[in-house]
């Protein structure tokens, strides 16, 4: 790819000591990736002058972008616009517009105004600034020698805003790039290994294209990058029949729960969720997607057997003879939780998860997936490995594939 050298500086002391989960690199790369650009490196210091100032020293020296993120709020440990005050030899003012936007903010929210909270008005001297749409501290565009200095404040939906709004306009403007072709498979049921001894069994391209392999709790997320859309086209097609309807879980879509969106919302079709080891964890996955009302009627969390008895119309005999982990129980479950929310497909999913819990014949990532439509309901047992979290995400994607291959027939 062509274009500037783009870096990324991180600051904050919460980002090293794992207070808090560092997401710029992530959001900031993917942004870059598909306009046709590449992050070049990623930086994450702490929150002291010295570290801030040579660390955008070296990355200025290498860099004709350098995106830095944090330090733009009032407290002590927000330093970043002094030490870039300093190294440019000016000051550090109050942006009146943006003092003025606070202020507002503040009384359309009725909230009281503090002493410190119109401190994140200012703003480095020399600075452009760049008018944050989902926050306070507003971002700083500054040119330092022949790079560009790019200033974001650091929570996430203000660095995403920002970056949003103008760093990425900036860049198409100044390196104006082609959007990368790619094309992504998401595979469930094949290891990376697999996916690749099938490629190269077909004679996949490998020469011109350098595909991509990234693995996740039960899935694989394969990656074919081009700039020849015809090319791309040709391996992609080549890669899809070698999958069949049930490895090959989306083409090009964000998700398992985006395809299981589309295809409820396209049918108009319902669906609601009874869960137990997964403990809503389902519910969540699908309510996150926009406009899941269109389709989404609600969800059961039943952890205890009397709930399942009580709200998902399980019969106490089933439970006692077959035992809460079971085939029959995960069908009954989807079976009443499809009858009493009114939905037109019922999922279940019940298990053991683990650490403790299991025996012989019911081991730890032991997992029953139901699912119930206007045809009947089916059952599918499936063990899984790793921890408890692991199985739990495993048993939530394999359930929406499982319902996906009975939408799609």
């Known amino acids: 790819m062509n274009g500037p050298r783009i870096e990324l500086i991180s600051s904050g002391s919460e980002l090293l000591n794992g207070g808090t989960i560092n997401r710029h690199a ?28 040579d660390a955008l020293s070296e990355a200025l020296d290498r860099a004709e972008v350098v995106v830095f993120s944090g330090g733009l709020g009032p407290t002590g440990d927000d330093l970043t616009r002094g030490v870039v005050a300093e190294m440019l030899g000016c000051g550090v003012v109050m942006h009146e517009p943006s003092r003025l936007r606070i202020v507002e903010r503040y009384r359309f929210r009725r909230k009281p105004l503090n002493n410190l909270v119109e401190q994140h008005a200012l703003v480095v001297e020399q600075a452009e600034v760049l008018d944050n749409a989902a926050g306070l501290a507003p971002g700083e565009l500054l040119r330092i020698g022949g790079a560009v200095l790019f200033l974001l404040p650091g929570p996430p939906s203000e660095f995403q805003a920002i970056l949003t709004d103008h760093v990425m306009p900036f860049l198409r403007k100044r390196w104006p790039s082609s959007p990368v072709r790619t094309i992504k498979f998401h595979v469930a049921g094949l290891g990376e290994s697999d996916l690749l001894a099938r490629m190269h069994e077909a004679k996949f391209p490998f020469e011109e294209i350098n595909p991509s392999f990234r693995a996740s709790p039960g899935q694989v997320l394969l990656t074919l990058t081009h700039p020849d859309e015809a090319r791309l086209t040709h391996a992609g097609e080549l890669v899809q029949s070698l999958l069949t309807v049930h490895e090959l879980v989306a083409l090009s879509h964000d998700s398992v729960a985006s395809v299981v969106a589309d295809l409820l919302t396209g049918s108009g079709q319902t ?39 009580s709200l998902l119309d399980v019969p106490a005999e089933l439970l006692a003879d077959q035992g809460a982990v079971s085939g029959p129980v995960a069908a009954a479950m989807a079976v009443g939780v499809r009858t009493r929310l009114g939905a037109d497909w019922g999922v279940s999913i019940t298990g053991v998860a683990g650490p403790g819990g299991g025996t012989d014949d019911k081991p730890v990532g032991l997992v029953y997936i139901g699912v119930a439509g206007p045809e009947g309901s089916a059952v599918r047992e499936i063990r899984f490995g790793g921890s408890r979290s692991s199985v739990r995400n495993f048993a939530m994607r394999a359930a929406l594939n499982l319902l996906r291959e009975h939408l799609v027939g």
């Open 26 to 53: 992530q959001a900031l790369g993917a942004a870059l990736d598909a306009e046709g650009y590449t992050l070049s490196r990623d930086t994450t210091i702490g929150d002291q002058a010295e570290e801030i100032r």
């Open 271 to 309: 669906l609601a969720v009874a869960e137990s080891c997964t403990g809503g964890g389902l519910g969540e996955q699908l309510t996150a997607l926009p406009g899941s009302s269109r389709f989404f009627v609600g969800g059961v969390i039943a952890y205890a057997n009397a709930v399942k008895e």
